[in-house]
């Protein structure tokens, strides 16, 4: 269940070609607004209000 404020993380994004698949299926969701992805950990966020948005931050 989510709602506006809900905030998924995931672990490990690129850990396999399984997971690798799964991150960018849930980025597809029709429920997901915005991602951000830091190569180990994938943020997920539910927000109505805002644009849909997929963010890579590499440093």
Known sequence: T???NTIF???????????TEAWETIK???KVTVTINTFYWGFVF???EQA???FVIRV
Do not use: A
């Open 2 to 4: 989510t709602h506006n």
């Open 9 to 19: 993380i995931f672990d490990d994004i690129y850990w396999s070609k399984g997971m």
């Open 28 to 30: 597809q969701h029709p």
């Open 46 to 48: 539910f927000r109505k």
């Open 52 to 54: 849909k948005e997929h």
